[in-house]
């Protein structure tokens, strides 16, 4: 569910209103913004920003400018006056449902009439477009018949005569000659048609061809492999009627041999039980703490029973989004998408559900790393070590990350004593990992004064 933008400030004039969002570090990109005449929305993934404004407003010449992390509306209203409010007052969800939807439907009929603009826009420069290239046809036709007809006149008369018939025979040439070139374009266009379907029949008909060819192909193929098949059943059964009569004669000769040997008989088969301790972790019961390792266990069950869902803030969550994993979850695929704030705010929430999960506290430590929010960071390491007590093999891994996560923000504040410290019990957990003995190596490196600070 998204969560609501509240902080949010706007002014007006008698002719204007102007309201400023802030995006909470979004990317410009991910901000998708609505507006009809009385509805405003902008969703940027986690966040949502919505408003049913009080009087309607002039949404085709209002705009939004986004820059600096903020959003800027300038938004011109209907009718000149004051507003007591922005949004309307004593609004129910029914309401605000049908607002959105007439929104909806509003913007879907204004892009539907601005489609439909523009294709009669087209057309209608279609038309123009091809009535001017027709009347140039036609003037550039009758002004070569006419200069044709000139040069015949000027050809055959002279100075003193007047047209004679043939003139007409001219004109009736030149007529004949068009009609000609017609039924030659004509016929020729028939048989470029014809032989293209020819082309088509023929392509059709070797398609059809390879078909039945490949059809028999796997025919033969199945048919092919239906007598091998059988062959392979027949050797089966021959060679198992084979071994049988072997197995009969062989056991005739064995128990002959027996008979003359008098072996006695193979003693009788026996089993063993062997039963384990069941055992939650994977060490042994002689190598293992049981007494703290109860203690971490019972604590873990006590975590997952303390669910604080009384917070007035989860009324309008689904029941999904008042689990505490779900919530660290979705926490960490916000964090794998580097939206480090949207992050930090799903694992608040879960923690205020529940405070006594290390790994929330630890998840939280890494964003506050990113952001470079260095005390936090050290506080929710803190926090998550006095909730991974006391230290069994289950919470190993947590503790080193604790560790690793708290000296690295100590030396991000040049307390590199501190750091070194915290490096150090992270060794413990585990002597063997060699990137955190380099980190340990370069702190000591620093601290002696043998290698410059970066």
Not at 250 to 257: D, G, V, Y
Not at 313 to 320: I, N, P
């Amino acid at each position: 569910m998204p969560l609501q933008v509240s902080d949010y400030t706007w002014q007006q004039t008698k002719t204007s209103v102007f309201i400023s969002v802030p995006l909470r570090g979004v990317s410009v990109r991910d901000a998708d913004v609505f507006c009809t005449e009385n509805y405003l929305k902008v969703n940027f993934p986690p966040f949502l920003f919505e408003v049913f404004l009080c009087a309607p407003i002039d949404d085709e010449n209002s705009k939004a400018k986004i820059g600096n992390d903020t959003i800027i509306f300038t938004l011109y209203k209907k009718e000149v006056a004051m507003w007591e409010t922005l949004s309307l007052s004593g609004v129910d969800k029914e309401m605000m449902q049908r607002i959105r939807e007439k929104s909806i439907l509003q913007a879907q009929e204004r892009a539907k009439e601005a489609t439909e603009a523009k294709a009669a826009a087209r057309r209608e420069d279609q038309k123009y477009a091809l009535n001017v290239m027709m009347q140039i046809a036609l003037f550039s036709f009758e002004f070569s018949f006419c200069f044709l007809l000139q040069g015949e006149c000027r050809h055959n008369f002279s100075p003193k005569t007047r047209f004679n018939d043939k003139n007409l025979e001219i004109e009736e040439e030149e007529r004949k000659k068009i009609e000609d070139m017609k039924e030659n374009e004509r016929m020729k266009a028939t048989k470029e048609l014809e032989a293209w379907k020819e082309c088509q029949r023929k392509a059709e008909e070797q398609k059809r061809i390879h078909r039945e060819e490949k059809f028999c192909e796997q025919e033969k193929q199945i048919e092919d492999e239906r007598k091998k098949l059988k062959h392979k059943s027949h050797t089966r059964i021959s060679a198992s009627r084979n071994l049988a009569t072997k197995g009969r004669n062989s056991e005739n000769i064995f128990l002959e041999k027996l008979k003359e040997n008098s072996i006695p008989a193979p003693r009788s088969v026996g089993s063993i039980k062997i039963n384990f301790t069941p055992r939650v972790f994977p060490t042994a019961l002689r190598e293992s703490q049981v007494a703290e390792e109860e203690e971490w266990l019972h604590k873990q069950a006590e975590a997952r029973r303390a669910l604080n869902t009384d917070i007035p803030e989860l009324s309008d969550l689904k029941e999904e989004e008042k689990n505490p994993e779900w919530l660290k979850d979705k926490g960490n695929k916000l964090f794998a998408t580097e939206n480090y704030l949207a992050a930090i705010n799903a694992y608040n929430l879960a923690i205020r559900l529940n405070n006594k999960i290390p790994l929330l506290y630890l998840n939280r430590a890494a964003c506050h790393l990113k952001l470079k929010n260095l005390h936090k960071a050290i506080e929710d390491s803190s926090k998550a070590l006095e909730l991974l007590t006391p230290p069994v093999a289950d919470n190993a891994n947590g503790r080193m990350k604790a560790h690793i996560r708290r000296g690295t923000a100590f030396c991000q504040l040049e307390l590199y004593v501190e750091g070194l410290q915290d490096y150090e019990a992270a060794l413990k957990i585990d002597p063997s990992n060699e990137i955190v003995q380099n980190d340990a190596e370069k702190i000591r490196n620093i601290i002696q004064g043998t290698e410059l600070k970066s």
